[in-house]
């Protein structure tokens, strides 16, 4: 048990090193949420769109969406509308 939980504190480190780094250490939890299902949704399929993110997230609409904002508004994503679906957009990250 101890050699889980020193390896979970080493990770937990090295992620809080990494988001110093990237400059994103100042995100609240649900943007964390958001962000990172983004970038994880881009890595995977190189496109992501808002009904991704929701999913991924296991947030509320209102919530992602509330979000998204925020993120723009920090330059670390961008939303574009999508040409196909007037009603969904395209995020794209930033950083």
């Keep these: 048990m101890k050699t889980f939980k020193k390896d979970l504190m080493d990770a937990i480190n090295l992620l809080a090193n990494i988001e110093s780094r990237l ?16 970038v994880m949704k881009e890595n995977q399929d ?22 998204l904002k925020l993120l723009q508004s920090k330059n670390l994503i961008s939303l ?14 930033e950083v």
């Design 23 to 38: 400059q994103i250490n100042f995100l609240n939890p649900n943007e964390k949420a958001v962000f990172y299902s983004i």
């Design 80 to 93: 574009h509308q999508s040409a196909i679906d007037k009603r969904e957009f395209n995020i794209q990250v």
């Design 46 to 67: 190189q496109k992501c769109i808002i009904s991704d993110v929701i999913k991924m997230s296991k947030l509320s609409r209102s919530t992602v969406f509330k979000t």
